[in-house]
């Protein structure tokens, strides 16, 4: 009511206007209606072709630019666009090899690659590709089960892409991908799923745990046992340093305490009487030694006269006089003196002799 009265009369001029541009451009569909009108002088958009028909048989494609046709005699039957169609694939209901099922839908992408059969090689191409792929989708979900359909999602695509290929060949039509937009499970069997997922992450929560505490006992078990390599070889060196400072000292001083005693009891040999001392000596330790017979061992070797003690002195100084004889041989033998006959030995040399020899 507002409106005014120049604006109420263009409102239905510009309806008119908008039909008639509409029956002019060229349609997207292949239906009769919406085709444009042969006036003799065409302009064909790219990427689109135009099937031209002469008196009711196919007479040519137009090319996209400026083309010329006969009125009357020419008409423009199909209009094919040869950019890449996208056809949503309606929802539909599919039973997977496990007897599951599922609501699935798609999204298909084709393209016009011979308008000439696309025009003539069927009705509706849009549809028939969207049912065959339909059928396909059912057909190849079939021979999966659940957890496959899932995991197997590319090749499924796959799959169907090829099955469509192969049916829309004669129709001037190539499939180039088919997407899988929504999977939609059954609640239960949706459960079922996540109480399946939960248990897998328990199990591999526990597994993951279970490594673990095997790992650290390892290593704990790996780092004990080279500590105690560490703590042997260090003992090792300790007893070995030990032993190469304490016992080559003890050593040392034994030796030198030795070397000292001796040389004291040359020394004391050497003096005046010093030989008795020294018989005196030998005979002490000789008595004492039958005192010590039977304490290390049960097998005794004693004198046969083991009651004469004056008999065992004797015998000790006779062997300390065989002794140290050699020595006095040795002296006498060093100067130079002229060969004379060995005086016979004395009274004591042959009952030390004798005692040695019982």
């Not at 997207?28 to 042969?38: A, D, E, I, M, Q």
């Not at 094919?80 to 539909?92: A, G, R, T």
Request: hydrophobic share 40%; charged share 20%.
């Amino acid at each position: 009511q507002q409106l005014s009265q120049s604006q109420s009369v263009s409102l239905p001029q510009h309806s008119q206007q908008l039909k008639r541009a509409a029956r002019l451009a060229p349609g997207p569909y292949r239906w009769n209606s919406g085709l444009p009108v042969n006036i003799g002088v065409l302009f064909v958009p790219q990427q689109e072709a135009w099937v031209v028909e002469r008196m009711g048989k196919f007479h040519r494609i137009l090319e996209p630019g400026l083309n010329f046709l006969i009125p009357l005699l020419d008409r423009i039957r199909y209009v094919q666009s040869l950019k890449e169609i996208v056809i949503n694939v309606p929802e539909q209901s599919a039973v997977t090899l496990d007897n599951v099922t599922l609501q699935i839908d798609g999204v298909l992408y084709l393209r016009v690659m011979d308008p000439y059969k696309a025009s003539y090689g069927v009705e509706d191409p849009e549809y028939a590709v969207t049912q065959l792929a339909q059928t396909t989708m059912r057909s190849e979900l079939g021979k999966l089960s659940l957890d496959r359909v899932f995991r197997e999602r590319e090749s499924l695509n796959a799959s169907i892409v090829d099955a469509i290929n192969q049916a829309s060949d004669c129709w001037g039509i190539r499939c180039l991908r088919y997407e899988i937009k929504d999977i939609h499970v059954p609640p239960r069997v949706k459960e079922s799923m996540q109480m399946q997922v939960e248990a897998e992450r328990r199990k591999r929560a526990t597994v993951l745990e279970s490594e673990g505490t095997r790992e650290s006992a390892i290593n704990v078990a790996e780092g004990q046992k080279q500590a105690q390599i560490l703590a042997s070889e260090a003992e090792k060196a300790e007893q070995i340093n030990k032993a190469a400072g304490r016992e080559a000292n003890a050593m040392l001083v034994k030796a030198r305490a030795k070397a000292e005693a001796i040389q004291l009891l040359a020394a004391a040999l050497a003096q005046q009487h010093g030989s008795a001392a020294a018989s005196l000596s030998v005979a002490e330790q000789y008595v004492n030694a039958f005192s010590k017979l039977a304490k290390d061992s049960n097998t005794v070797l004693l004198p046969a006269n083991t009651g004469d003690v004056t008999n065992m002195v004797a015998q000790a100084l006779g062997i300390y006089s065989t002794l140290t004889k050699p020595q006095a041989v040795k002296t006498q033998d060093e100067m130079p003196q002229a060969h004379e006959d060995p005086q016979p030995p004395t009274t004591e040399v042959l009952k030390a002799e004798q005692g040695s020899s019982s």
